[in-house]
């Protein structure tokens, strides 16, 4: 079991850069696939980024290929998501979550969530 802690958000401009961490407390990080979702007011919560227990492999929503990066060091038991070129639209409330062994793209794959950090682009 894991419990994720996200940190970093803030309110930014468009165009701006940011990076969010989640450090997650418990047993057996590198055994988990790590995932950032996001959810806007009055939508569902979407699928961000996924990163595997094999750190290579990765994947992205489309909106935000090429702008955000997903990495992970399992020595400080840590995942971070590095966006960059923020847009008005990417404003949400970013959550971290863990799940079994590999990438996963829905909210009821994953198993431990944080509480999530809001990000706010200003336009």
């Known amino acids: 079991q894991v419990r994720p802690v996200e940190s970093g958000g803030g309110l930014v401009q468009a165009g701006d850069s940011m990076r969010l961490s989640c450090v997650a407390s418990?047993?057996?990080?590198?055994?988990?696939?790590m995932g950032w979702f996001r959810q806007a007011p009055g939508k569902e919560r979407e699928f961000v980024a996924a990163?595997?227990?094999?750190?290579?492999?990765?994947d992205y929503e489309d909106s935000v290929k090429g702008r955000f990066t997903i990495s992970r060091d399992n020595a400080k038991n840590a995942v971070y998501l590095q966006m960059s070129s923020l847009k008005p639209e990417d404003t949400a409330v970013y959550y971290c979550a863990a799940g079994p062994r590999g990438i996963g793209y829905q909210p009821w794959e994953y198993n431990y969530w944080g509480q999530g950090t809001e990000v706010t682009v200003s336009s």
């Open positions: 990163i595997g227990e094999i750190p290579r492999d990765t």
């Open positions: 418990g047993h057996l990080f590198s055994t988990y696939a």
